[in-house]
Each structure stands twice: as structure tokens, then as C-alpha cells.
């Protein structure tokens, strides 16, 4: 059976999401996995958002693992709704495979290059993002290419039989 992955990230918000869900979805399938988006959920431009809200969390259920694009969108840390499902597929014990994590620069960092004007305490762990979200994914990487690599190792160990 094919792992199912569910595509994470603001990518539903950008002019070309099809496009970009689409080339997800054949880089997921050349590596064996079934790549599922937001507009596979089935509900159409005149929903609520209650109900496109809990498709997404119908998707994840269904899915084995979650596929997150973690770029910054509109400020420093990533989409508050991607964010959202990283945590409800944590709770549910999937993994949490992401990409477009850039290490180079921290939160904190990005905090204080002026987008926030709040003067709330700023935490400083060295992290890309908030440290609840970066310190609970199964592992961060720069590209989505690296990321679906990833899937696709730990898919392998999962359904390698151990010997002691």
C-alpha cells in the first residue's frame, strides 16, 4: 500500500497552487507515495470555513505522514494554518517532514529586522521559528526535493523488519 502524505503549506494561496501541488504530487508518486493537498479535500468555492477546516483535518487523518512547506508568509514564522496542521498531525503521532526551512537565519533574527513593533518578549533559541514548531517536526530541510527524500528514508526503516 502507498504511503499517503498530505501537502501542508501556503502554496493554496498562490496564483499558480495547482501547478505547484501537481509537481509536489509526481515528485511524491516517482517515490511510491500518494501526495494529497488542501484542494484534494473536495469542497468547493462556496464553503464555509468551518467545513474546509475540517476537511483538511479528514485529510491529514487519512494521510501517513505530513509534507509541510514552512516558508515565512505574511512575517517572520511560517503559515498559521500550515503551522495548525503541523501540530493536529503531531497530536495524531504522524511525522512532520518539512522544507523551505531556511537555518541560516533565526526567528528572533527575523523578529528583529522590524516586522514586529510589539516590544513583547522575543524568545532566543536559536530556532527558524517559534520553538514549538521547530523543535516538533521529524526533520527540517531547505528544498522540498530534500524533504520528500526524507519521506521516502523514513518510509523505508518503517517497513524494514528489525533484528536484534
Given at each position: 500500500?502507498?504511503?499517503?502524505?498530505?501537502?501542508?503549506?501556503?502554496?493554496?494561496?498562490?496564483?499558480?497552487?495547482?501547478?505547484?501541488?501537481?509537481?509536489?504530487k509526481a515528485r511524491?508518486?516517482?517515490?511510491?507515495?500518494?501526495?494529497?493537498s488542501p484542494c484534494?479535500?473536495?469542497?468547493?468555492?462556496?464553503?464555509?470555513?468551518?467545513?474546509?477546516?475540517?476537511?483538511?483535518?479528514?485529510?491529514?487523518?487519512?494521510?501517513?505522514?505530513?509534507?509541510?512547506?514552512?516558508?515565512?508568509?505574511?512575517?517572520?514564522?511560517?503559515?498559521?494554518?500550515?503551522?495548525?496542521?503541523?501540530?493536529?498531525?503531531?497530536?495524531?503521532?504522524?511525522?512532520?517532514?518539512?522544507?523551505?526551512?531556511?537555518?541560516?537565519?533565526?526567528?528572533?533574527?527575523?523578529?528583529?529586522?522590524?516586522?514586529?513593533?510589539?516590544?513583547?518578549?522575543?524568545?532566543?533559541?536559536?530556532?527558524?521559528?517559534?520553538?514549538?514548531?521547530?523543535?516538533?517536526?521529524?526533520?527540517?530541510?531547505?528544498?522540498?526535493?530534500?524533504?520528500?527524500?526524507?519521506l521516502v528514508t523514513?518510509?523505508?526503516?518503517?517497513?524494514?523488519?528489525?533484528?536484534?
Amino acid at each position: 500500500m502507498q504511503p499517503r502524505v498530505y501537502l501542508a503549506g501556503p502554496t493554496c494561496f498562490l496564483d499558480d497552487a495547482q501547478q505547484l501541488y501537481d509537481d509536489l504530487k509526481a515528485r511524491c508518486l516517482v517515490h511510491g507515495m500518494i501526495g494529497l493537498s488542501p484542494c484534494d479535500s473536495g469542497v468547493g468555492g462556496s464553503a464555509d470555513a468551518h467545513m474546509i477546516r475540517n476537511r483538511n483535518l479528514e485529510l491529514i487523518q487519512s494521510c501517513d505522514a505530513l509534507l509541510a512547506d514552512l516558508r515565512p508568509f505574511r512575517g517572520p514564522s511560517a503559515d498559521c494554518g500550515t503551522v495548525y496542521e503541523c501540530g493536529y498531525a503531531s497530536a495524531l503521532n504522524k511525522p512532520v517532514f518539512a522544507y523551505y526551512v531556511w537555518q541560516d537565519i533565526t526567528y528572533r533574527d527575523k523578529v528583529l529586522a522590524g516586522v514586529t513593533q510589539d516590544r513583547a518578549a522575543i524568545e532566543d533559541f536559536g530556532l527558524f521559528d517559534n520553538l514549538m514548531l521547530a523543535t516538533g517536526l521529524q526533520s527540517t530541510h531547505e528544498t522540498p526535493e530534500d524533504a520528500i527524500s526524507a519521506l521516502v528514508t523514513y518510509f523505508k526503516r518503517l517497513h524494514t523488519p528489525q533484528h536484534d
